[in-house]
């Protein structure tokens, strides 16, 4: 059972626009939401994360939007850049020493 | 921010030999570490945890005696790889969380056997 569904697989954005990447859960004891970005042969970096007691986090050209009652959360990347294209990731998790739950990634591709 | 090490960035090992991937919070104290493989183009895959001065907990599927995992201190876990086969090639991950939330993960190792 996978409990991290994360869309789309795959993303192509222009440079300039807004990449946004979604997930849902649906363990509702998760409290901890984190986005990575991993480049090839890198580990996952982690980029911004949220916690439900808010709705919106923003950290420079990165938003997370969150949902506790549709229980989703989703990456906005504004004014992408090809140095952005990367993998990205959601994770979940409770918090503590737990490890963090993925889901499958998305591919995204900023062109010029 | 927080900073997790992990040693080497890439190895090849002959088939039926042993090889130790080192995992190391440089900046904080790590009780519990985890170990991830990654297989091209697809998610982490949670292996195991590794809990300081105790066994390590693995995830279904995922041979003990296979993968050895040792978290001697609060800032050093180790996976073994053991009697390696080209079927164990795979990208190794640790991770450790700071404070009650954050999680860090370290450069990851490209193991290749051959």
């Known amino acids: 059972q996978q409990q991290v569904k994360q869309s789309p697989q795959s993303l192509i954005v222009q440079k300039g626009g807004i990449s946004i990447i979604n997930c849902a859960y649906e363990?509702?004891?998760?409290?901890?939401f984190p986005w990575y970005q991993q480049f090839p042969g890198k580990g996952p970096a982690l980029l911004i994360a949220?916690?439900?007691?808010?709705s919106e986090k923003k950290e420079g050209r990165f938003t997370i939007s969150f949902n506790k009652s549709a229980k989703q959360f989703s990456l906005h990347i504004m004014d992408s850049q090809p140095g952005d294209s990367a993998t990205y990731f959601c994770?979940?998790?409770?918090?503590?020493?737990?490890?963090?739950?993925f889901g499958k990634g998305t591919r995204l591709s900023v062109i010029a | 921010g927080a900073v997790v090490s992990q040693h080497p960035s890439w190895v090849i090992c002959k088939s039926g030999t042993s090889v130790k991937i080192e995992c190391r919070s440089l900046?904080?104290?790590?009780?519990?570490m985890f170990w991830y493989r990654q297989f091209p183009k697809q998610s982490l895959m949670l292996m195991a945890t590794?809990?300081?001065?105790?066994?390590?907990?693995?995830e279904q599927g995922v041979e003990k005696d296979k993968f050895l995992i040792n978290h001697a201190s609060l800032t050093l876990s180790t996976l073994t790889v053991t009697s390696a086969h080209p079927e164990d090639s795979s990208f190794y991950i640790c991770?450790?969380?700071?404070?009650?939330?954050?999680?860090?993960f370290g450069q990851g190792t490209r193991l290749t056997v051959v």
């Open positions: 949220i916690r439900p007691d808010v």
């Open positions: 590794s809990n300081e001065g105790s066994k390590a907990t693995y």
């Open positions: 363990n509702t004891a998760f409290d901890y």
């Open positions: 900046d904080f104290q790590a009780t519990t």
């Open positions: 991770s450790a969380r700071k404070g009650s939330t954050e999680a860090f």
């Open positions: 994770a979940a998790s409770v918090s503590g020493n737990t490890p963090l739950v």
